[in-house]
């Protein structure tokens, strides 16, 4: 995605999925999501498969919610999909 000039990457992701609904106004138990791009709203404007999205999110949510384990699980999902591409 290029970025036009005078946009930040959330302005040109927010005008290209266009979701601006109260799902990304809300957080079930935490808010490690709302402080900035939505990583669904990441995931949907760059069309990104299920391991590819959970990359994205393990990765983003990292430092507020689940530490290590997060990039654990970030690596874990990394390797199935090295492993398909691998094929």
Known sequence: ????EGYTLRDMIQARTSRKTKSNKMQVDGDHYLKKVQPWDFILANDLGFLEGNIIKYISRYKS???LVDLYKARHYLEKLIEVKEQ
């Open 65 to 67: 919610k689940g530490g």
């Open 1 to 4: 995605m290029t970025i036009k």
